[in-house]
């Protein structure tokens, strides 16, 4: 069954450094999302993707954060400065038209 | 302000019992219902999704909606102790599109063996 995959799998930065997770949606899926989840708490939408522009963006996604889809198949999370705050699991979704989103394993990032 | 709200639990069931599972939302323009089951430390899996009132079943698992209410259930039958995990409910206003989900804290449910 085709999966969302997500790199890596634990990301660990000292805080101001930028970081990028990776993703790479199903192959037919033309909706793309970020999510995470901090430690305990609920997972939180972040921001969803289409035709190579943000469709959505929650209060969460601030101008620290940005979404990229540099080619055809990865789909990219970048965070220009973390904090300490940013540590959390972030959950890559992919969605095709009317059809429910699918998650990936997650990319547990940790700022230090 | 969109608000999924569930009791987060811990609910424990008896092996072989119905396990039975709430969600309400706030948001009456919400379309889209659905159930993930989350395994600590794991990212969170579909089970079922509804997007009509009433209920939807596939294998031992039904999804029950009710749009007046504002109420969203899931019962597990003849629940094994492999379904213990956290189920987290999720709404969105379309079912397809690029609408981010909402989700709820979850409820952890604890099968007994």
């Known amino acids: 069954e085709p999966e969302v995959t997500q790199t890596p799998s634990h990301q660990v930065t000292q805080m101001g450094q930028e970081v990028i997770l990776r993703c790479v949606p199903i192959?037919?899926?033309?909706?793309f999302y970020w999510y995470r989840q901090i430690l305990g708490q609920k997972v939180e939408f972040l921001v969803s993707?289409?035709?190579?522009?943000?469709?959505?963006k929650s209060e969460i996604f601030d101008d620290q954060f940005s979404v990229e889809r540099p080619d055809g198949s990865n789909f990219t999370l970048k965070i220009r400065s973390t904090k300490l705050e940013d540590s959390a699991m972030y959950f890559c979704?992919?969605?095709?038209?009317?059809?429910?989103?699918?998650f990936g394993d997650g990319t547990r990032l940790s700022i230090l | 302000q969109k608000e999924v709200e569930q009791n987060s639990g811990p609910l424990s069931v008896p092996e072989g019992a119905i396990a039975s599972l709430n969600c309400t939302y706030s948001?009456?323009?919400?379309?889209?219902f659905f159930w993930y089951r989350q395994y600590s430390g794991k990212s969170p899996e579909l089970i079922m999704f509804?997007?009509?009132?009433g209920d939807k079943e596939d294998g031992r698992f039904t999804a029950q909606l009710n749009k007046a209410s504002q109420y969203v259930s899931l019962l597990i039958r003849d629940s094994q102790p492999s379904d213990s995990a956290t189920y987290l409910c999720?709404?969105?206003?379309?079912?397809?599109?690029?609408?981010?989900?909402?989700f709820g804290k979850g409820t952890h449910l604890i099968i007994q063996p």
């Open positions: 979704a992919s969605s095709d038209w009317d059809q429910p989103q699918h």
């Open positions: 192959s037919n899926h033309l909706y």
């Open positions: 993707f289409y035709n190579n522009e943000i469709s959505e």
């Open positions: 948001d009456r323009g919400s379309q889209s």
């Open positions: 509804i997007y009509s009132n």
């Open positions: 999720a709404v969105n206003r379309s079912g397809g599109g690029a609408d981010g989900l909402t």
